[in-house]
Each structure stands twice: as C-alpha cells, then as structure tokens.
C-alpha cells in the first residue's frame, strides 16, 4: 500500500502568482510557512519554520489568487510531487519538490479577528455598547419542547 499525502496548515510568505497553461487551465503557485516549537534536552523553548512550495489548479487556483495574499492564513492538502529540469544558464540540472494542492481553505482573516462569527455593527448603537441575549429567568421544562 501506498500514500502520498500532505496536509499543511500556514501563512503565505509572498503573493500568490497566477498563470495559465497553453490549454487555458489556471495554474497558482505561491509558498506557505509552518512554524514547529519544541523544548530541547535542557528545557529551553525552540522554534523552527519550513517552508513549502504549494501548486493550485483550476478555479480553486483563481479563488487562492484573488483571496489570498502574503501573511494569509491557509490550509492545504494535497500531495508532495518532485518535479525537475536543466538550468538554462548553467545546464545543471535543478529540482523543486512541491505539494499539488487537491482542497485549499482559507483561515481567519488577520486584523483583529477572532475567527468567530462576524457580527453586524448596528449604525445606531454607540460604541462600547454591546448587544446581548436576554434569557427567561425562569427554569425550562423539558416537556415544554416540541421535539
């Protein structure tokens, strides 16, 4: 049995770049962070980013373009590929490891947000002021509800 399989979770280290191939299939390409803290043998607090290369097809590759930016949050599953070519320049020959994203979905907004609901602000209310539930005081009887 095999796997191939990566799921990343982390923020954009630049603008995503879109492009098209000859057949008019959109192509995203951009890079994530993900950062791992650990302590060491001696207890001290350790921390390490990596960074990956990431590749969309298709209309999710239109969506991460036109939604995503550097310092977004995302995550993305997929699979790891290793593609390689000939240095024009050099004729070395290269190679780049990327995961071909198959489900990308965005996180929270930065800028303050929580990552919860989103609640309307009411143009009347003044500021400081927050809405709340009122609930009944008195005790809810089970044989009250209809279900």
Same mark, same amino acid.
């Given at each position: &049995?095999?796997? $191939?399989?990566?799921?990343? +979770?982390?923020?954009?280290?630049?603008?995503? =770049?879109?492009?098209?191939?000859?057949?008019?299939?959109?192509?995203?390409?951009?890079?994530?962070?993900?950062?791992?803290? /650990?302590?060491?043998? $001696? #207890?001290?607090?350790?921390?390490?980013?990596?960074?990956?290369? !990431? %590749?969309?097809? #298709?209309?999710?590759?239109?969506? !991460?373009?036109?939604? &995503? @930016?550097?310092?977004?949050? +995302?995550? !993305?599953?997929?699979? &790891?590929?290793?593609?390689? /070519?000939?240095?024009?320049?050099?004729?070395?020959?290269?190679?780049?490891? =990327? %995961?071909?994203?198959?489900?990308?979905?965005? #996180?929270? @907004?930065?800028?303050?947000?929580? #990552?919860?609901?989103? !609640?309307?602000?009411?143009? $009347?209310?003044?500021?400081?002021?927050?809405?709340?539930?009122?609930?009944?005081?008195?005790?809810?009887?089970?044989?009250? +509800?209809?279900?």
């Amino acid at each position: &049995m095999f796997l $191939n399989k990566a799921i990343l +979770i982390g923020n954009l280290t630049r603008d995503p =770049e879109l492009k098209s191939l000859p057949s008019g299939i959109k192509v995203c390409s951009f890079s994530i962070a993900t950062n791992r803290v /650990w302590k060491d043998k $001696n #207890g001290a607090r350790q921390e390490a980013a990596d960074y990956h290369n !990431v %590749v969309v097809f #298709g209309r999710q590759a239109e969506t !991460v373009a036109q939604y &995503m @930016k550097k310092g977004s949050s +995302i995550l !993305v599953e997929g699979r &790891m590929q290793t593609r390689s /070519w000939e240095d024009k320049t050099s004729g070395e020959k290269k190679y780049r490891t =990327e %995961v071909i994203a198959d489900r990308t979905q965005f #996180g929270p @907004k930065s800028g303050g947000s929580t #990552g919860g609901a989103s !609640v309307p602000k009411d143009s $009347n209310a003044k500021s400081g002021e927050v809405d709340s539930i009122e609930y009944p005081e008195e005790d809810i009887n089970p044989e009250d +509800i209809p279900f």
